[in-house]
């Protein structure tokens, strides 16, 4: 069958033989996107995050025929270094993460919690980032990257 | 003019290198010699340790390459390797770039590996930087025609002192091209390789780059997307392979139906004994056909206790191996004769590496030689495991390492990439092998569990006289920590090769100074001698965090019971001055107050203690002390501010460094609250996040603050795993502080602490 997706702002059509191929390796494997990245396959991690239609949603279990024509927004879809989305920016000011692998979890997280809640107290952060996985321990330097956000606000 | 470099030496030993390869061996067997001159070749040199070229190469731009042999697994560390380099070379930070993991480009530095990154494999750059410098400054005097003691440097560019318009830079002197000159080498490979040269180090107090809070390039290419991990090579024609593990510890496939697969299109079925993967043209497709292969499966005995009485069957194993550090005094005695004698037990459970992501490997196996892209942290023992499964020499083998979906010891990495190697070969096209999530956290070497008997003896007066201080666990490593050999591999294990096995454990490290002691330890046989997923084997700071509860526990018992603050207890104790700065730099820092007894129970829902812990780590030490809230009624423990202070000897980066300290506080936090393999008698059932449950945001303190103690005489000595060390015990001495209750076994979770005030306070 032939899929057409909007990712980043650009249209994609390809051919797949399973209408229920996540998305995440539609991305990955079609489209040659490097982010998001698999961790679990199960929902319970994060680093497979992607935007739909704004909202963070994890794409190792959305399958490609729940899309629609739903606008996809992937980690290359939020900024560049000429023009960092915010929430990338607070997190190279932090240097935060170590390895790194888990980030599509939480920047992509971030951005759409923050532009919802641009005032949200520290609380509501640690909430909002629940059940989102990081194996290095990078979590103090995530929440502080994210309270310059919420805090300069 | 001076010009101490004569170049003549060199260009014989370089004929004699070319001669042929017999030569060669003899040549590097060599270790004591060295060349001072500097050639200029054209092309470079071979791969050798002694090389000059081996580690640093001048850019015609006069930028550097540092060619390091470790690689960064995500604590930045090649930023400090770079900052050495600029300062020994006299060039800027930013022109120094450093090259890791490939292994046709670096030294095998022995990987990420016991936080030897600045203390063991920055040295060999480092000296290195420091020759190739002292060299240049040769070569500019030629050319400048003044001697080498009127010239300075400035980023790379030489200059005649008081006359700065006589300048030659680094890259005109020899950019482009190579030195071609030999280092004195001990002859070792690994963390324990050293090559020097003849030049002067720097004194740090000279060094203006080391000791600034540099920045690492590689965390805005990770928020821009522009990092390329291990997971994302991709290959002309590359398959994709999923492993399928058995569903019972020990089972072999005896049947495989592959009719459920039918409807997938090309996939191919790799079947060897024990080892069965599928390979398929895309990725889904290969999950899908892992997923839905039909196997029957032999049906071995169980091969576990039940999780419930692992510790039982640790006590009643046999043991066999032993071993522990020298005895002091004569501890039997000293207890016989004691007034008083105080014993406790610890258990600290399995606990997985669990890496962020299933390890990933790619493999493109040809006739007589391979590729192997790899995130594991010791890409030069992947190479040299990939070579011994494909039965090709090493140095046809090529491992390319990319950062990897975490990593933090020996966890799926080496697994994956033999994998890939096997499947590769079977299908004659380039493999992709990435985990799914239960490969990664159910399949992976674990961290060993362990028991562990601690017993001291008081005297009248107050004194303890001597300490007991005895584990009985699973060996350190089951399988090695170094992926090189097919046998310590669960692929080797799986196809039957021969099982070998070292039997390890170790003691504390703190140094209490009682003045008869006896630390020891037993080993108990791994549970399934072969391709176990309960199988044992380096896991971030390996065995600290388990020692280091049971004694710095421990330590908190005895100060109690002889009415001592644990601060001053611990004072009293430890001899090295360096130990004693940091445990008085955390108390000072934290306002610690003595509380030589508990305070009397308090009442309400949420009750909050401090507790302090210490670690020595080799050479680096930590204090740590925490302030915990534990809640009565859910038996929820919160951390919820830490002092730290740290002696790493020479700091390099010190924000870099804070951070390293608080990923180290917060994976700690992790295991010590939350994390134990679960199994039954047959597997591990901890298959992912839901059922290996790790540190949420929500449990992630509200401060750490750390004190960083830099001593600039000294080397920078270890950062990425000290700081693990004293997490467990601090919480513990601080749920004691806030309910009065001691926890003693690991994790410290909500279950057992909600247990623990059903029973009411001991």
């Known amino acids: ?153 | 003019m001076t010009h101490p470099y004569p170049s003549s030496f060199t260009l014989s030993r370089r004929q004699a290198l070319l001669a042929g390869g017999a030569l060669v061996v003899a040549y590097l067997a060599a270790a004591s010699d060295m060349d001072e001159g500097a050639n200029g070749a054209e092309s470079k040199p071979a791969l050798t340790p002694p090389q000059l070229d081996s580690w640093i190469a001048v850019r015609p731009d006069g930028s550097v390459v540092g060619y390091f042999g470790k690689v960064d697994i995500g604590l930045g560390i090649q930023v400090a390797v770079a900052q050495i380099i600029a300062d020994e070379l006299d060039v800027g930070f930013e022109q120094v770039s450093i090259v890791m993991g490939d292994t046709a480009a670096t030294i095998n530095q022995g990987g990420a590996s016991g936080s030897t990154g600045l203390e063991l494999g920055s040295v060999p750059l480092r000296n290195a930087a420091a020759q190739a410098r002292s060299i240049l400054l040769g070569l500019a005097a030629q050319k400048l025609g003044n001697p080498v003691e009127s010239l300075e440097v400035t980023n790379g560019v030489v200059s005649v002192r008081g006359a700065i318009a006589r300048r030659i830079s680094y890259g005109e002197l020899i950019g482009g091209r190579y030195f071609d000159v030999r280092l004195k080498w001990n002859g070792k490979i690994g963390n324990e390789l050293i090559v020097a040269g003849s030049a002067p180090l720097k004194d740090h107090a000279q060094y203006r780059v080391v000791g600034k809070s540099l920045r690492r390039a590689d965390i805005a290419d990770k928020l821009f997307g522009r990092e390329v991990y291990s997971t994302d090579v991709r290959v002309p024609g590359m398959l994709h392979g999923r492993m399928i593990r058995p569903p019972i510890a020990g089972a072999v496939p005896v049947t495989v139906d592959r009719t459920a697969l039918s409807h997938l299109p090309e996939v191919q079925l790799v079947w060897r004994q024990g080892l069965l993967g599928v390979v398929a043209a895309k990725e889904w497709d290969a999950v899908k056909a892992a997923r839905n292969l039909r196997v029957e499966w032999s049906s071995p005995a169980a091969a576990f206790p039940p999780q419930e009485a692992l510790y039982e069957a640790i006590e009643a194993a046999a043991a066999v191996a032993h071993g522990g550090a020298e005895p002091v005094g004569d501890t039997a005695a000293a207890l016989a004769g004691a007034r008083k004698i105080l014993s406790a037990a610890y258990h600290w459970p399995f606990q997985s590496h669990a890496s962020m992501g299933p390890a990933c490997a790619l493999a493109d196996v040809q006739a007589d030689h391979a590729t192997i892209w790899t995130g594991d942290q010791k890409p030069h023992y992947i190479r040299d495991g990939v070579a011994a499964l494909l039965e090709l020499p090493p140095e046809n083998v090529r491992g390319i390492w990319l950062r990897g979906p975490g990593s933090y010891g020996r966890n799926d990495g080496g697994d994956a990439a033999l994998d890939a190697a096997y499947l590769s070969k079977a299908v004659g096209k380039p493999v992709r092998v990435q985990g799914m999530r239960a490969d990664g956290t159910a399949w992976d070497p674990k961290g060993p569990a362990s028991v562990h008997h601690v017993c001291a003896g008081i005297d009248a007066s107050g004194q303890v006289v001597a300490l007991r201080f005895q584990s009985k666990a699973f060996s350190r490593e089951n399988i090695a920590s170094h992926p090189d050999d097919p046998t310590q591999s669960l692929s080797g294990q799986l196809m039957a090769m021969p099982v070998k096995t070292k039997h390890a454990f170790d003691v504390p490290e703190e140094g209490y100074d009682f003045a008869n002691r006896d630390l020891g330890w037993e080993v108990v046989p791994a549970l399934l001698d072969r391709a176990s997923p309960l199988r044992t084997s380096h896991l971030r700071d390996p065995l600290g965090p388990q020692l280091n509860f049971a004694s710095e526990s421990f330590i908190d018992e005895l100060a109690f019971a002889i009415r001592t603050d644990p601060v001053a207890f611990r004072l009293r104790y430890l001899k090295d001055p360096r130990s004693i700065a940091v445990i008085e730099a955390v108390a000072e820092q934290a306002k610690w107050t003595p509380r030589p007894t508990r305070g009397a129970a308090r009442a309400g829902e949420v009750l909050t203690g401090r507790g302090i812990a210490f670690a020595r780590r080799k050479h680096t030490r930590v204090a740590v002390i925490v302030e915990v809230e534990v809640h009565r009624h859910s038996g929820r423990i919160w951390p919820r501010r830490w002092t730290v202070a740290h002696d790493c000897g020479l700091i390099v980066n010190p924000d870099n460094l804070r951070l390293v300290i608080e990923g180290n506080i917060l994976h700690a936090t992790s295991r010590a609250l939350f994390e134990e393999v679960r199994f039954d008698e047959h597997r591990v059932t901890s298959v992912d996040w839901v059922t290996y449950p790790i540190l949420d945001m929500r449990d992630a303190p509200e401060k750490i603050d750390i004190v960083l103690i830099d001593h600039k005489d000294d080397l920078p000595l270890g950062a990425g795993e000290p700081a693990t060390r004293p997490v467990a015990a601090a919480i513990a001495n601080a749920v004691f502080d806030a309910t009065g209750m001691r926890l003693r076994q690991a994790p410290l979770s909500a279950g057992r602490m909600k247990a623990a005030f059903l029973r009411g306070a001991e």
């Open chain 1, 1 to 153: 069958m032939m899929v057409s997706l909007r990712v980043n702002d650009q249209s994609f059509t390809i051919e797949l033989d399973d209408r229920d191929t996540p998305l995440l390796y539609v991305l990955r494997d079609e489209l040659k996107l490097n982010n998001p990245h698999f961790g679990c396959g199960l929902a319970q991690c994060g680093a497979c995050m992607v935007l739909v239609d704004g909202a963070p949603r994890r794409s190792c279990v959305l399958p490609i025929s729940a899309v629609g024509d739903s606008a996809i927004t992937t980690l290359d879809g939020l900024g560049t270094p000429q023009k960092p989305h915010p929430v990338q920016q607070a997190f190279i000011d932090e240097q935060a993460f170590f390895c790194g692998y888990c980030l599509n979890g939480w920047v992509m997280t971030a951005a759409a919690f923050v532009k919802k809640h641009p005032r949200a107290t520290e609380a509501q952060l640690r909430e909002s980032f629940a059940g989102l996985k990081c194996r290095c321990g990078s979590h103090m330097s995530i929440l502080r990257a994210v309270k310059r956000l919420t805090e300069r606000a």
